[in-house]
């Protein structure tokens, strides 16, 4: 019997967006881990919290979409808020894909999800619960 790692969880979330055709709609790309320092694009990250040794093992793992704030200047002054509007378009798009997902190796559903602000930039992250399916050689 075959067990499954953070690896192949991180693998098989990339598979399904791309599957998903949801790069296309990003005007940056989907990362494992992290994305490259500096980007002022939308990105997507998936990135692993653990994988659990069991028969039917379980793993939590982040998707992390991120969309740089929108610049809007009022009486000469000049302020970053967040794009919500693009934030639930790219959440609306990748929600389906990972949510009750079924696959011969593995299933995922959607935990709970939020939004976070970190510097000129906002993320939309989806906590993600995958049961990885045993594998018999």
């Known amino acids: 019997m075959t067990k499954s790692t953070v690896l192949d969880g991180k693998q098989w979330i990339l598979e399904l967006l791309l599957s998903a055709g949801v790069q296309n709609y990003i ?32 793993g939590v793992f982040n998707v992390n979409i991120y969309v740089p704030m929108i610049s809007i200047t009022s009486n000469g002054i000049t302020q970053y808020q967040k794009n919500n509007a693009r934030l639930k378009q790219l959440a609306d798009l990748v929600y389906p894909v990972l949510d009750d997902a079924w696959n011969n190796d593995y299933n995922l559903d959607i935990v709970n999800s939020q939004d976070f602000e970190e510097g000129n930039e906002n993320f939309y992250n989806f906590r993600v619960s995958l049961n990885a399916h045993p594998i018999f050689n």
């Not at 790309?29 to 028969?55: A, C, F, H, Q, W």
Request: aromatic share 6%; hydrophobic share 20%; proline share 3%.
């Open 27 to 58: 005007s940056g790309k989907i990362y494992k881990d992290k994305r490259p320092s500096g980007s002022t694009k939308e990105d997507i990250v998936i990135n692993s919290l653990t994988m659990t040794n069991d028969y039917m093992q379980n």
